[in-house]
């Protein structure tokens, strides 16, 4: 009743007293959440005009804090409206602007240092070259600003852009006692041991693992630690080791069989520590051959059953080889070994027509030590204590001997041994050279 008397004595303005009565709950929620808040906001305007209409100013204050605040929440409800910029394209900066940026990485001002490293790093591709130029001569903070931004780049490699970054990083290894060397090496350690480890993994799934292996080498089987062999069982290409670069500790490599090509033997003449290789009844042809003078300095080179003569004496003789070369069963003639030999300047330098009789012997005598199943003198019944005396009448004292007279012969030629035999004496016998096996024995 109260109300209704306030009501009464103070009418309200036209305009609220044709206000529509506030709707019901259910009709609220049909509309929209604006149109809903407007509704609520109504009913609250109502509620205070009938409590405080004596209170004129505080009404008309009380309206407009309300209508600000239903404006406010109105607009914060309204989706924004996307503006689209039409703004012209970013142009890269000139070789100045990045030069000076670069020369900004030392400054004695910290912002300045900050925002020429954020530059740098937006204009990455234009500050490659850059970059590499200016890290020759910087130090200091200069310098470890170039190293990280460069490093990053570096992360891969594999690129263009991450070769180039990289080999600047080598570079900037020497000399090895700056602060700036220091850290360049680190980074080229840690950027290396991670593409090691990503090579071994991309190898092992080739089915190319590096491991002990016992090889013939020359003359003697050897086990060979950390052996990298790659023969008929694969069925890659050479894109698949272009990660051997990476691959450390690997000292001895075997390439055989017809699948071996010019690209392969680039590939693993990448391999870091590489000091002995042999290329087993490959196909590779004289022009090959010649990646081989991209090859580092190594302390043995073996040709097996390599179908290559004369053409290739000159190319032999000038490779950096610092141990042995041995040819067996290659295409030279007399002519093309004397050659080869004229210019070889390793320490020892040895050629068989590839003949293979198939016996062990300690390298101070001649008595057999074993006999190579499948071989020459096994299928001529020679055995294990056998001494031999000659080869077609030339006497044999030691196994260097040995080897020496059986060079003269290729495989299938036949030539007549001398032997003794406990308790038998002497007994002389034609035999039929063969060809080396090379069956490899995992350890």
Not at 427 to 442: A, C, F, Q, S, Y
Request: hydrophobic share 40%; aromatic share 6%.
């Amino acid at each position: 009743m109260l109300m209704n008397v306030k009501a009464a004595s103070h009418p309200r303005p036209t305009a609220f007293r044709n206000r529509r009565r506030p709707r019901s709950h259910r009709h609220c929620a049909l509309l929209s959440p604006n149109q809903a808040t407007r509704e609520a906001m109504d009913y609250l305007l109502t509620c205070w005009d009938l409590c405080f209409g004596r209170q004129k100013y505080a009404l008309f204050l009380a309206r407009i804090i309300f209508l600000a605040a239903l404006s406010g929440l109105a607009t914060a409800q309204e989706p924004p409206t996307a503006v689209v910029k039409n703004e012209p394209p970013k142009t890269a900066p000139s070789t100045s602007q990045l030069t000076q940026w670069a020369q900004d990485l030392g400054d004695e001002d910290y912002s300045k240092r900050q925002f020429a490293t954020i530059q740098l790093y937006n204009h990455q591709v234009a500050a490659i070259p850059v970059a590499v130029e200016a890290l020759k001569e910087a130090s200091g903070e200069k310098g470890e600003r170039l190293l990280q931004f460069l490093s990053s780049i570096a992360a891969d490699p594999y690129s263009s852009d991450g070769a180039i970054a990289f080999e600047a990083i080598r570079n900037a290894t020497y000399p090895k006692t700056t602060t700036k060397a220091i850290r360049a090496q680190r980074i080229i350690d840690s950027i290396s041991e991670e593409q090691r480890v990503a090579a071994i993994e991309k190898l092992d799934g080739l089915g190319l693992q590096i491991r002990s292996r016992s090889i013939q080498v020359i003359s003697t089987r050897q086990t060979i630690p950390n052996a990298f062999v790659i023969d008929r069982n694969f069925i890659g290409d050479s894109q698949d080791l272009d990660c051997l670069r990476w691959i450390t500790g690997v000292e001895f490599t075997r390439l055989e069989g017809p699948a071996i090509t010019r690209e392969i033997l680039k590939q693993v003449l990448t391999l870091p520590n590489l000091q002995r290789l042999q290329l087993v009844q490959t196909l590779l042809r004289k022009e090959d051959l010649e990646e081989l003078n991209n090859a580092p300095d190594l302390e043995l080179l073996e040709l097996i059953y390599s179908p290559v003569g004369d053409e290739v004496a000159d190319l032999l003789g000038e490779l950096p080889i610092t141990g042995e070369m041995y040819l067996f069963g290659t295409q030279l003639t007399i002519l093309g070994q004397q050659k080869l030999r004229s210019k070889f300047e390793g320490s020892e330098l040895m050629i068989a027509r590839g003949g293979f009789l198939g016996v062990q012997c300690p390298p101070t005598s001649v008595i057999i030590d074993e006999v190579v199943p499948g071989g020459a003198a096994q299928l001529a019944e020679l055995q294990s204590g056998d001494k031999i005396l000659s080869i077609n009448g030339v006497k044999v004292v030691v196994f260097e001997d040995l080897r020496k007279e059986l060079a003269n012969f290729a495989d299938g030629e036949e030539v007549t041994i001398e032997y003794e035999r406990r308790f038998q004496g002497i007994t002389e016998k034609k035999v039929t050279l063969g060809r080396r096996p090379d069956t490899i024995r995992d350890r």
